[in-house]
């Protein structure tokens, strides 16, 4: 499993990192979880990365964490995102969702600090 936290403000000029860090985890095979509790900023080149890598998997293959308020959760609410994409409250809830435990390895990535 990968887990991928993206902390900070994310935006084009993190897009590109971001899009190679997703690229990499889906081509694993293994379940994607991105981590956004800690993004306090996100615009759509962001959210563009990780629609193309949802589309790139399998079913349950990608799960998106969001805070409950703010401004990232303003984006994928505004675009309809949820609709397209999985998205979870907590890393137990994605864990689960991918049919993991929140015991399992995994891989972690961070981008942007």
Known sequence: MWIIALTGEQDLSTAQDVDMVLTTAVASGDPVVVDLLNA??????ILGAILRAAERTEERGL??????DGEVRRLFDLVGAGSVISTF???????HWCNLDDESEGQEERAGE
């Open 40 to 45: 306090t900023f996100a615009d759509s080149s």
């Open 89 to 95: 409250a907590t890393l137990h809830d994605a864990f």
């Open 63 to 68: 799960a998106v964490v969001l805070p409950v």
